[in-house]
């Protein structure tokens, strides 16, 4: 069979719905639809089938199904229930063909059979091409037995003809389940009406905002257009509109005026129906009509404007607002985005639509009153905002008089201003209002070609307009400034030179301008500036006179300006300078010798790149003043701290320390020798208060500054020890004893003998004992011999190791050994 998918399968979707089923409101079956979801609930009117026989079967929970034959043939089905519980128990019956439910006659189909007293594997049931029998489950008419327990649920399926129809009743006998119906056969039912899908991008439901005066989410739908969108051919096609799953399905209580549809909660289903009234076959979709929330907001809700009066006069607060420019106000793209707002004086006219505001509206409260604004588009509902309209006081109007000086040489009476001079009179000293200049008042009224406030006139007097705006409210009025110039000199005054003694020598140092004495009376002030220019401007003010630190370093003027009410009475020079201090060596160090009362050290006042006799000089020892010494040299013979103060021909001083400390000769505690090794070294171990330095048998250096000497040859040495603060050298003698390592007595002049080395006067009685690799004594020699020249008792001995003792006479003794070469 051709299976179409409808809506009245919404129907079955919950056993809430069709409480009660019967055959005079029974279910069209359209299209050969298999059917899911179903609930067999109804109670039925029918309980006694009489025609079947004398027996009585009851009717429980019942569902009666019509079917209409389009074209003729097999007609079955297979009824499946949810559960697979054997208790589940679905029976049916069926008549026709073409009865009416007064008169149904005998069944021409039915299955009583009980799935558990039938022991079948499971509780499906049906009708289908397979069965041989009508009826299954019942006993003959004559013996009303029941015979639950045979069959196996299905009975042969009907040969059907052209519009046909039929009658079938499903019956739950036990158990709790829903079911699902598949048809089977060659018969073809007619089909219901179909729906048209949305267009792209669009659905059946409805959103519409609340536009009554009650905000009670509640408004009026149309629900009409719905039909056009979901139907392409109107004829022998009912459209209904339902509120309930059930009437829809019942074709019961249809809504009355579907073109005005007062909907009862935020959100509700509507159930649309379409019925065929030939075939009576209908579909069935829901939709949902939807109140919007979705109301504009309000960016702002208050409108400012500035007072009518241009040339800051008395005003009443009271203006026209023109409705255009509220709109661009509040909603600067409001024609973009296709918004309509619409303006009322009071609240209910905005309620009723009445007496709408046009082009324009003028307040009759000063300063402050209310409308009402009413706005929508095609993404939000109709919202009215209460609108404050706030018309601000101009800035008060203030004229004012900038006199400047002029100090140059032709006084042309052209010089800079600084224009922000004039805004403490402008606006008071109100931190709210701000200032902008103009040559013209047309300029400032349209705010072009704004001047900078660094301003030259161009005539002597000249008038500018200053345009005052509150930075809150953006009004704004215009005030003249008059330009005037007061010629002038520059008197130059002095303050006394500094030293620049204050740590740095960079030509810079502090200065009290005030000390500078520059005449003003009580009722004007004064203000210093670091160059002419900024006096002119009034700008880059030095904040703190009397702690000054000039900016060129030695030499520059700064500029005094008194002024009396803002007008410039006078501009002065001030002369500071900064004078060097002597170029000196300010810290040294000497040193006198203990050991030698007799030696002086020259002390000098360490004068750099400059002749000692542009300078005068005053010593002193250990913070006392040294009598009489006032040049640059002085020699001492003592330790102690010595200053010089060394002064310039512009009084400024600096002071030369040198310290003097003691220094004196060495004094040589011992020398240590680590001698016949393969590394001998001597250190020289001495105490004294000098800086000492080190040589060995050179009495004029070079000298080292360690006093270990490595690496030392064998032999006599003399250790000089010299003081780096010129108190003298002291030495001694030592020797570093070693025994060579081989010998060749051949007698060619070189080698020829062997002995140890080093051993000086003071060990002459050292004895030396020469044994061979067996330990025989071969020689006993002295240091002071020529040594062993390789024989013994006459003959000489072959090239081999020989080995060695030596007995010093401090008991000391050494060994080692040496090879005789041949």
Not at 252 to 261: K, T
Not at 287 to 313: A, E, H
Not at 573 to 597: D, G
């Amino acid at each position: 069979m051709n299976l179409v998918k409808i809506s009245l399968l919404l129907f079955f979707s919950s056993n809430l719905f069709y409480a009660q089923n019967d055959c005079h409101d029974m279910i069209t079956v359209c299209g050969n639809s298999n059917l899911s979801d179903l609930t067999a609930e109804g109670t039925g009117l029918i309980e006694d089938f009489s025609n079947i026989s004398r027996c009585k079967i009851g009717e429980y929970n019942s569902l009666w199904l019509k079917i209409d034959v389009k074209k003729g043939g097999t007609l079955g089905f297979i009824l499946t229930p949810e559960n697979k519980n054997l208790d589940v128990d679905f029976d049916f019956f069926v008549f026709g063909p073409n009865v009416s439910c007064d008169n149904l006659k005998t069944p021409i189909r039915y299955s009583y059979t009980s799935p558990v007293a039938a022991n079948l594997p499971n509780n499906t049931t049906g009708m289908d091409g397979a069965a041989t029998e009508s009826f299954d489950g019942i006993g003959t008419r004559d013996d009303c037995k029941d015979l639950g327990y045979t069959g196996n649920g299905f009975v042969r399926w009907l040969y059907t003809n052209d519009n046909d129809s039929y009658f079938i009743v499903i019956s739950r006998f036990s158990g709790t389940a829903k079911f699902s119906i598949k048809w089977t056969g060659t018969a073809l039912l007619f089909d219901p009406p179909t729906f048209k899908a949305p267009e792209p991008g669009t659905t059946f439901d409805l959103e519409k905002c609340d536009t009554d005066i009650i905000d009670d989410d509640s408004t009026v739908f149309d629900l009409t257009p719905n039909i056009k969108a979901a139907v392409d051919n109107l004829q022998d096609i009912e459209v209904t509109f339902h509120t309930t799953a059930n009437d829809v399905i019942t074709g019961e209580n249809a809504i009355q005026n579907p073109g005005a549809f007062a909907n009862t909660s935020i959100s509700q289903q509507i159930y649309m129906r379409l019925t065929n009234t030939l075939t009576k076959c209908f579909s069935t979709t829901e939709f949902t009509i939807k109140v919007t929330k979705n109301k504009l907001q309000f960016p702002i809700t208050s409108v400012n404007n500035c007072d009518d009066s241009s040339d800051g006069s008395s005003t009443n607060g009271k203006i026209v607002f023109y409705l255009k420019n509220i709109t661009e106000t509040l909603f600067p793209n409001a024609e973009k985005d296709g918004l309509v707002i619409k303006y009322y004086a009071a609240l209910n006219d905005a309620n009723t639509n009445s007496n709408e505001l046009v082009n324009s509206f003028y307040n009759t409260t000063p300063n402050q009153q209310y409308i009402y604004a009413k706005a929508y588009n095609h993404k939000y509902c109709t919202t009215t905002q209460k609108i404050s309209l706030i018309v601000n006081t101009l800035p008060p109007v203030t004229h004012t008089t900038l006199i400047q000086c002029d100090s140059s040489k032709n006084q042309t009476g052209l010089v800079l201003y600084n224009l922000d001079q004039a805004n403490a009179e402008l606006t008071n000293n109100d931190s709210k209002l701000s200032t902008q200049f103009f040559l013209s008042n047309f300029d400032a009224a349209n705010n072009q070609n704004p001047l900078d406030v660094t301003f030259h006139n161009t005539i002597n007097p000249q008038t500018l307009f200053a345009k005052i705006t509150n930075l809150d409210t953006k009004c704004w009025s215009i005030a003249t400034v008059t330009l005037e110039t007061n010629p002038i000199t520059l008197p130059e005054y002095f303050i006394n030179p500094a030293c620049d003694d204050d740590g740095l020598e960079d030509g810079i140092h502090v200065f009290d301008l005030t000390k500078a004495n520059i005449p003003y009376n009580t009722t004007q002030n004064i203000k210093y500036f670091s160059n002419e220019n900024n006096a002119l401007l009034e700008q880059n003010e030095i904040t703190d006179p009397a702690s000054y630190h000039n900016e060129t370093p030695y030499n520059q003027f700064v500029f005094a300006r008194v002024e009396e009410q803002n007008s410039c009475f006078g501009i002065s020079k001030i002369k500071l300078e900064v004078n060097q201090l002597p170029n000196i060596q300010s810290h040294t160090s000497t040193n006198v010798c203990e050991n030698n009362t007799l030696y002086q050290v020259h002390l000098d006042a360490g004068i750099i790149n400059n002749s000692v006799n542009n300078f005068s000089y005053k010593w002193t020892k250990d913070g006392t003043t040294i009598p009489n010494e006032t040049t640059s040299v002085l020699n001492v013979t003592k330790t102690g701290i010595y200053t010089v103060i060394v002064t310039n021909k512009t009084n400024c001083s600096k002071t030369r320390i040198i310290e003097v400390f003691e220094s004196n000769t060495a004094t040589i505690q011992n020398i240590e020798i680590i001698d016949l090794s393969d590394e001998n070294k001597i250190t020289v171990n001495v105490s004294g208060k000098g800086d000492y330095e080190f040589s060995l048998n050179l009495p004029d250096g070079p000298f080292q500054e360690s006093n270990i000497f490595n690496n030392v040859e064998p032999g006599i040495y003399e250790v000089y020890v010299n003081d780096k603060k010129n108190c003298g050298t002291v030495h001694k003698t030592t020797a570093v004893i070693g025994a060579p390592k081989y010998f060749t007595p051949n007698d060619d002049g070189y080698h020829d003998y062997w002995n140890i080395e080093g051993l000086n006067e003071n060990s002459k009685n050292a004895i030396i004992l020469i044994y061979d690799r067996y330990g025989k004594l071969l020689k006993q020699i002295q240091p002071s011999s020529l040594g062993w020249d390789g024989t013994f008792t006459g003959n000489p001995l072959p090239a081999d190791d020989y080995w060695y003792t030596l007995k010093l006479e401090d008991n000391r003794e050494a060994k080692g050994h040496f090879s005789l070469k041949r």
